[in-house]
Antibody, heavy 122, light 112 residues
Framework: QVQLVDSGGGVVQPGRSLRLSCSAS????????MQWARQAPGKGLEWVAV????????YYADSVKGRFTISRDNSENTLYLQMNSLRVEDTAVYYC???????????????WGRGTLVTVSS | DIVMTQSPVSLPVTPGEPASISCRSS???????????LNWYQQKPGQSPQLLIY???NRASGVPDRFSGSGSGTDFTLKISRVEAEDVGIYYCMQTLQTPYTFGQGTNLEIK
């Protein structure tokens, strides 16, 4: 069965960096796009970034553009989110999710990890 | 960016009664391929989101048939025919027509 395990969260000071990982199993990783979404404490869901299956196309939310980088290692079945210049407002649970494509377009995200908590605080 | 607006924010429902959640987009989610890039997710307390409905009206695998999705290019509805206690949680719509993908603010379904 599809399994996504998010990890790498923790407490970090503003301005510092952190890298999240999402280990995938139970499916052919190279055939699927992936995303990161986040949820601040007590708040709704916010989309962060998406990467297509070959890693060639990447898109970001304006709130993280230029600071976060999504990447993948298809040989390790792992998705990453490199987060630089972290801000207090980046505090959230970060979820990875698998993308389902329809005729070459990502249509929805069908499996989600359990999330990893990132706390940005001095 | 496409703005997604859900209503109501809070939805108290008696078990066995129907429930309906509305989601409106600031522009049409109808792609030239004929599909509507609108999805519904359920997030139960303390859990990660789970896909309920994709491409506007398709139930995800394992989702009970009491859940259904419908809608036009900008107005979408998630319906629960008979609410059960296990349906408690927050429901989100999400558009994937264009990046940045965006979510509605969520609807908190609670049992009366």
């Amino acid at each position: 069965q599809v399994q996504l395990v998010d990890s790498g969260g923790g407490v970090v000071q503003p301005g510092r960096s952190l890298r999240l990982s999402c280990s995938a199993s139970g499916f052919i990783f190279t055939s699927f796009g992936m995303q990161w979404a986040r949820q601040a404490p007590g708040k709704g869901l916010e989309w962060v970034a998406v990467i297509y299956n070959d890693g060639g196309n990447k898109y970001y939310a304006d709130s993280v553009k230029g600071r976060f980088t999504i990447s993948r290692d298809n040989s390790e079945n792992t998705l990453y989110l490199q987060m630089n210049s972290l801000r207090v407002e980046d505090t959230a649970v970060y979820y990875c999710a698998r993308a389902i494509s329809y005729r070459g377009l990502i249509s929805h995200f069908d499996s989600w990890g359990r999330g990893t908590l990132v706390t940005v605080s001095s | 960016d496409i703005v997604m607006t859900q209503s109501p924010v809070s939805l108290p429902v008696t078990p066995g009664e129907p429930a309906s959640i509305s989601c409106r987009s600031s522009q049409s989610l109808l792609h030239s391929n004929g599909h509507k890039f609108l999805n519904w997710y359920q997030q139960k307390p303390g859990q990660s989101p789970q896909l309920l409905i994709y491409l506007g009206s398709n139930r995800a695998s394992g989702v009970p048939d009491r859940f259904s999705g419908s809608g036009s290019g900008t107005d979408f509805t998630l319906k629960i025919s008979r609410v059960e206690a296990e349906d408690v949680g927050i429901y989100y719509c999400m558009q994937t027509l264009q990046t940045p993908y965006t979510f509605g603010q969520g609807t908190n379904l609670e049992i009366k």
